[in-house]
C-alpha cells in the first residue's frame, strides 16, 4: 500500500520561507510526475506545480518565481521550497505522485493526507 507523507508546514511571517517535503512509502512502479496541490479555506483546490520524471516542472502563474520543486527520485521524495511568501498562500497543501500500476498501462494517482501552510504577521 502506497502511503505519501508531507511535513514541513507551519506558520510564516509574509516574505518567509518555507521548504514542504514530500515522502513516499510502499512500493510504486514508476513514477511519470509528482506535484503540489494546495487549498485554501472556502476555494478549490488547486495545482501548484509539478515535476516529472525527467525534471521537467511548471508552476502555477502566482507561484513562478516564488516557489520551486524538486525531487529525489531514489528517495520516492519531492520538496516544494517556498520563498517570499504571502498570506494568499495559505492553505492546506498536499502532494500527490501520478504513476503507472504493475501492468505498466493503468495510471493511478496517490495524495498525501495535507500539511497547513499559515502565512501570517
Known amino acids: 500500500q502506497v502511503r505519501l507523507m508531507e511535513s514541513g508546514g507551519g506558520l510564516v511571517q509574509p516574505g518567509g520561507s518555507l521548504r514542504l517535503s514530500c515522502a513516499a512509502s510502499?512500493?510504486?512502479?514508476?513514477?511519470?510526475?509528482m506535484g503540489w496541490s494546495r487549498q485554501a479555506p472556502g476555494k478549490e483546490r488547486e495545482l501548484v506545480g509539478f515535476?516529472?520524471?525527467?525534471?521537467?516542472?511548471d508552476y502555477v502563474e502566482s507561484a513562478k518565481g516564488r516557489f520551486t520543486i524538486s525531487s529525489d527520485n531514489a528517495k520516492n521524495t519531492v520538496y516544494l521550497q517556498m520563498t517570499n511568501l504571502k498570506p494568499e498562500d495559505t492553505a492546506v497543501y498536499y502532494c500527490?505522485?501520478?504513476?503507472?500500476?504493475?501492468?505498466?498501462?493503468?495510471?493511478?494517482?496517490?495524495w498525501g493526507q495535507g500539511t497547513q501552510v499559515t502565512v501570517s504577521s
Open positions: 500527490n505522485f501520478t504513476a503507472f500500476l504493475a501492468d505498466g498501462e493503468t495510471v493511478t494517482d496517490y
Open positions: 510502499g512500493t510504486i512502479y514508476s513514477i511519470y510526475a
Open positions: 515535476i516529472t520524471k525527467d525534471g521537467i516542472t
